[in-house]
């Protein structure tokens, strides 16, 4: 089902005289989507970061989820001159929900925290929902539309496959803002408050994580309680 869009490669004028290629994600780029993503993840995300989370512990504890996206047909990377500017990198929630996570000790608290957010609202159909599962962009492209582009060029992809749900869950502030404010996402309850655990206390600028859902087809309905 989700592997059946393959989207044409375009080329985005985003700063004058500088080209910007948009295109799927393919599994011949994990090991620069590895490394690009580790690093977003020990720099910017919360947990990780408040951990002191080693990259080649976070490489270790991503290769299966990036096994996944780098061949879902639904995650997409900004280039310029041959170099990750940014990424949405999705799956199948189905196939998500199925990983099977390699024990990273460094990182087992934050994979605890998720662990407690809410399932898909009552209705959903898992099958039909993509997972949005990263959106970044590099230091030096912050603040030019380029993490707008590569998550809307997934949600294209995803509704032409015939998704009716994206979830995504969202750990700091800046994702949080872009999620709600910006792309249509809702907040699910209840969220995960970080300071609640001994080991996250030390966590700055973002008090908890968000699983948020955008509906591309309308909200379903859920069914109605057995009498």
Excluded at 49 to 67: E, I
Excluded at 85 to 108: E, G, H, I, K, M
Excluded at 220 to 227: G, K
Aim: include cysteine.
């Amino acid at each position: 089902m989700f592997s059946s869009y393959t989207p044409r490669f375009l080329r985005l004028n985003l700063q004058a005289h500088t080209f910007t290629m948009l295109r799927v994600v393919k599994p011949e780029d994990k090991d620069r989507v590895s490394l690009f993503s580790a690093t977003l993840f020990v720099s910017h995300e919360p947990m990780f970061k408040a951990l002191n989370v080693p990259v080649n512990d976070m490489q270790l504890l991503l290769s299966p989820v990036l096994d996944a996206c780098c061949s879902s047909g639904l995650s997409f990377m900004l280039e310029q001159e041959g170099g990750i500017v940014s990424l949405s990198l999705a799956l199948p929630y189905t196939q998500y929900q199925t990983l099977q996570w390699p024990q990273v000790a460094s990182a087992r608290p934050a994979a605890m925290i998720l662990n407690t957010l809410p399932p898909l609202p009552a209705g959903q159909d898992p099958a039909n929902a993509v997972y949005m599962f990263l959106w970044g962009t590099s230091s030096t492209h912050m603040g030019k539309g380029c993490i707008r582009t590569a998550v809307e060029a997934s949600m294209q992809a995803a509704r032409r496959a015939g998704c009716s749900c994206l979830v995504a869950d969202v750990t700091n502030v800046v994702s949080q803002h872009l999620a709600m404010s910006h792309l249509g996402f809702q907040p699910l309850e209840p969220r995960a408050c970080y300071h609640d655990h001994e080991s996250l206390k030390g966590v700055q600028g973002t008090e908890y994580a968000i699983r948020a859902v955008k509906y591309l087809a309308g909200k379903p309905e859920a069914e109605p309680a057995a009498a």
